[in-house]
């Protein structure tokens, strides 16, 4: 369960989805999965990203499966209903507020527009089952949470993001992780200076 809040790392979310636009190109229905949302104000915040990026046509076939070892209670309630207080949304880039979010009915909180709402799909997974939710992710976000992890787990779990990405699809996550030595035929770096990386098929690494 990761805790973070909306535009949180904006830079390197903007990085991600910059670097992701041309691997989108010519595909007809794109996915993205996102690990760990706690109560999702970082897939709505990619959500809203890609909607400024893309053109309508292809936001609309976009597809966020958004995760998180919590299914039910505060969490999955907030992330499903897209309801906020303000205060939540304080560190809101200029003019997103107005763009994206509406009012509820209750004084003082928002709930994010069903534009963007319903690009963004949740469902419970547990990351340390070691399954994948599916395959051909073009996107696989996962920040602030495999730091929770073992050496061992971590590495796990990071195959088994392997297996769900597409080929050349693209692997986010935290600025303090490095991804493991013995894993690195299965990613190449895209940028010096973030983790960000491509998936390699077959653990054959690419020039």
């Known amino acids: 369960m990761a805790f973070t809040f909306f535009f949180r790392d904006q830079q390197v979310l903007e990085r991600v989805v910059e ?9 007809s229905r794109p ?3 996102d690990a760990g949302v706690a109560m999702g104000q970082e897939p709505y915040t990619l959500s809203i990203i890609f909607a400024e990026r893309m053109g309508h046509f292809a936001f609309d076939n976009l597809r966020i499966d958004a995760t998180d070892v919590e299914s039910t209670g505060q969490f999955a309630q ?4 897209a309801v906020y207080p303000k205060d939540e949304l304080s560190r809101l880039p ?3 507020l107005e763009k994206y ?8 909180r928002f709930r994010v527009i069903e534009k963007i709402r319903r690009r963004v799909v949740y469902q419970r997974h547990d990351l340390l089952s070691f ?6 992710y073009s996107l696989v976000l996962c920040k ?15 195959k088994m993001f392997h297996r769900a990405l597409a080929p050349g699809g693209i692997f986010a996550t935290e600025q303090t992780q490095e991804m493991p030595a013995e894993l690195a035929p299965l990613f190449q770096r895209v940028i ?4 960000l990386f491509r998936k390699v098929e077959d653990g054959a690494c690419v020039s």
């Open 19 to 27: 670097h992701l636009l041309p691997v989108l190109a010519g595909r």
């Open 31 to 33: 996915r993205v999965w």
């Open 78 to 81: 907030t992330i499903e209903a």
């Open 94 to 96: 200029e003019g997103i």
């Open 101 to 108: 979010f509406e009012p509820d009915g209750e004084p003082g």
């Open 131 to 136: 399954r994948e939710i599916g395959q051909g």
């Open 144 to 158: 602030n949470v495999l730091l929770h992890f073992q050496g061992p787990e971590r590495i796990e779990v990071l």
């Open 192 to 195: 010096a200076d973030g983790q």
